[in-house]
């Protein structure tokens, strides 16, 4: 699976960017997708996870309610909507796709190369 994330950019604190991930093969919606983010100088930090299915999702406590992760399987395309971004949203976002998921980062088979999202103050 190669996996090719878009639609990163500059914007203003509360604001909102949604970032796509497209990926290749006709396996997409047997994997499991996931965003992480990583700022400078700082680990890679998981963001949120979906099913196979979309029916599952989960996000860490710092985004929750903010950002939605969403796929489209006929599409081969995994989204994340992101709303009411703070300066500390700052970060290169990474999506993933695992066979089986998870939170960290080991486990996670697939990367694409990130988009950088930056919010101003």
């Known amino acids: 699976v190669q996996l090719q994330a878009s639609g990163g950019g500059l914007v203003q604190a509360g604001g909102s960017l949604r970032l796509s991930c497209a990926a290749s093969?006709?396996?997409?919606?047997?994997?499991?997708m996931g965003w992480f983010r990583q700022a400078p100088g700082k680990e890679r930090d998981f963001v949120a996870v979906?099913?196979?299915?979309?029916?599952?999702?989960y996000y860490a406590d710092s985004v929750k309610g903010r950002f939605t992760i969403s796929r489209d399987n006929a599409k081969n395309t995994v989204y994340l909507q992101m709303n009411s971004l703070k300066p500390e949203d700052t970060a290169v976002y990474y999506c993933?796709?695992?066979?089986?998921?998870?939170?960290?980062?080991?486990?996670?088979?697939?990367w694409g190369q990130g988009t950088q999202v930056t919010v101003s103050s």
């Open positions: 993933a796709a695992s066979s089986s998921g998870g939170t960290v980062v080991v486990g996670w088979d697939y």
């Open positions: 093969g006709r396996t997409f919606s047997s994997y499991a």
């Open positions: 979906i099913n196979w299915g979309g029916g599952y999702t």
